[in-house]
């Protein structure tokens, strides 16, 4: 069994900071690349960041230079650090681990179940 679940969600006025946490647990092999995403209320879930196994990071280009993925290998856990937070930043944010569970031989994607984030005055 393999678990992925968020913390460090909650409600942060505009222009302060957050910070997110992920962590996979379980019977993993391995684990290539991990991510944010976020759905906000009326539309589709996008990509925030994501970074893989050796560092390398991708990000939505509306988030450069506010938000910083950063991931500790050894303890198969993602970080995001979120700054200078603006209401349109309200979503949930969901983690994902692009993984090779234990004693398998396929690559899945597994999600945590989302935590809110809610940017407001």
């Known amino acids: 069994q393999v678990q992925v679940v968020e913390s460090g969600g909650g409600l942060v006025q505009p222009g302060g900071s957050l910070g997110l946490s992920c962590a996979a647990s379980?019977?993993?092999?391995?684990?290539?690349?991990m991510g944010w995403y976020r759905q906000a209320p009326g539309k589709q879930r996008e990509l925030v960041a994501r970074?893989?196994?050796?560092?390398?990071?991708n990000y939505a280009d509306s988030l450069k230079g506010r938000f910083t993925i950063s991931r500790d290998n050894a303890k198969n856990t993602v970080y995001l650090q979120m700054n200078s937070l603006k209401p349109e930043d309200t979503a949930v944010y969901y983690c994902?681990?692009?993984?090779?569970?234990?004693?398998?031989?396929?690559?899945?994607?597994?999600w945590g179940q989302g935590t809110q984030v809610t940017v407001s005055s």
């Open positions: 379980g019977s993993i092999f391995t684990i290539n690349v």
């Open positions: 994902s681990a692009f993984l090779l569970p234990s004693g398998r031989d396929t690559w899945g994607t597994y």
């Open positions: 970074i893989a196994s050796d560092g390398d990071t």
